[in-house]
């Protein structure tokens, strides 16, 4: 049985319970009417490549990541559902940054909030949940944030947020304000509307499969790739089409990367994937701040890494167009930790060779990694 299922059997809601979701829902609703979208900015390239680089800034909502939208999602959807009412605990697994948003709404709606995640995660992450009134439960290994999840809804008749299970459903993938819609709606005054790829990391799987599907019930000709650090299970379940496929890693890069190819992941909207060295994230994500003063978190620069290989492919082919990515969140995050060169030594992490080889390629616009 679905941990979440567990602890999402509560009572049928009485009309007092009832004004309470709806007034629920109101709150969440109106939070999101008074958010303007995210900026959708334009990375000046070589103008002999011939391709525009877009980068989507998920770090301007509220709770600095690309998760604010997947958490408003997830508490909507657990409203609506009623698994969530007055005085219910919410309990969620998390690498850091899906629990500061979480956090952020069960304080909007007077719920406690509780965080499951491993003791690696940022210490930058950890307070802003705690600002946001949430607690953490640290445990030592991200195989088992679901269990310890669901072992404290249990204890506490509380409602395990399960993102891992529930990103793909419940976000509407048709349009209805999604970040794809959004992608599409600010492009369409650009000199190439249609991207010829949009570039995501392999979180929860939800983006990615929002993205996918919305691509294809419009009919865009746009191709989805997908990016992956080392050792995640997402790239060997893609490639072998096999859902069980688990590795027992934990990610070196927060927010991406998982141990087990999670519920959430729809491999058949995905037009290529590829696996990202943790160094190589860290030095994409430098070379960005330096070339657009943009300071970004390890996750954008593994949607980079991927990024720069694309635009090589495109002008190696002669091919015009456009490219789309994310900026999932911001480095001031991680001041401790992929921003500490102490830190990256510990870790064995050594971004200067793959920073070599970005730096090579904006030279010459030859991919030689």
């Known amino acids: ?5 567990q602890n999402t059997a509560t009572p049928p809601a009485a009309p007092a319970c009832r004004d309470w979701t709806r007034n629920a829902i109101a709150r969440v609703q109106a939070e999101n009417n008074r958010s303007a979208d995210t900026h959708l900015y334009k990375i000046e390239l070589p103008a002999q490549w011939g391709v525009d680089l877009y980068v989507k800034d998920e770090s301007c909502h509220r709770t600095g990541s690309l998760k604010h939208r997947l958490a408003r999602s997830l508490f909507l959807f657990g409203l609506v559902n009623g698994w969530i009412n007055e005085g219910t605990t919410v309990v969620e697994a998390s690498s850091g940054s899906t629990a ?3 956090a952020y709404f069960a304080q909007l709606l007077g719920l406690d909030f509780v965080a499951v995640m491993t003791r690696t995660t940022s210490p930058e ?3 802003l949940i705690e600002q946001f009134g949430g607690r953490c439960h640290l445990v030592d290994a991200a195989g088992e944030v679901y269990s310890a999840a669901a072992a404290i809804a249990a204890e506490c008749n509380g409602h395990y947020m399960d993102q891992f299970t529930y990103a793909e459903r419940a976000t509407d993938w048709r349009g209805n304000n ?5 992608i599409f709606s600010q492009l369409a005054h650009e000199q190439h509307p249609e991207p010829a790829w949009v570039v995501v990391g392999a979180g929860t799987g939800g983006t990615s499969a929002t993205i996918g599907r919305y691509i294809r019930y419009h009919a865009h000709a746009t191709q989805l790739a997908v990016v992956d650090p080392e050792g995640s299970a997402f790239l060997p379940a893609w490639q072998a089409n096999d859902m069980t496929v688990v590795t027992g890693r934990s990610s070196r890069i927060e927010g991406i990367g998982r141990p087990r190819a999670e519920p959430s992941f729809v491999p058949g909207v995905i037009d290529t994937m590829m696996e990202v060295p943790d160094a190589a994230s860290v030095a994409a994500m430098r070379h960005f701040e330096q070339l657009t003063g943009m300071h970004a978190g390890p996750s954008t620069g593994t949607n980079l890494w991927g990024v720069w290989q694309l635009v090589a492919q495109m002008v190696a082919a002669g ?3 456009s490219i789309v990515t994310l900026m999932c969140d911001g480095g001031e995050r991680y001041a401790g930790s992929y921003n500490n060169p102490a830190w990256l030594a510990e870790k064995g992490l050594d971004p200067a060779p793959h920073l ?3 730096e090579q390629f904006f030279a010459t616009g ?3 990694g």
């Open 1 to 5: 049985m679905n941990p979440a299922a």
């Open 100 to 102: 500061v948003s979480e």
């Open 125 to 127: 992450k950890i307070a």
């Open 178 to 182: 999604n970040i794809a819609e959004s």
């Open 319 to 321: 091919q015009k167009g």
């Open 356 to 358: 070599g080889t970005i």
């Open 366 to 368: 030859t991919w030689n």
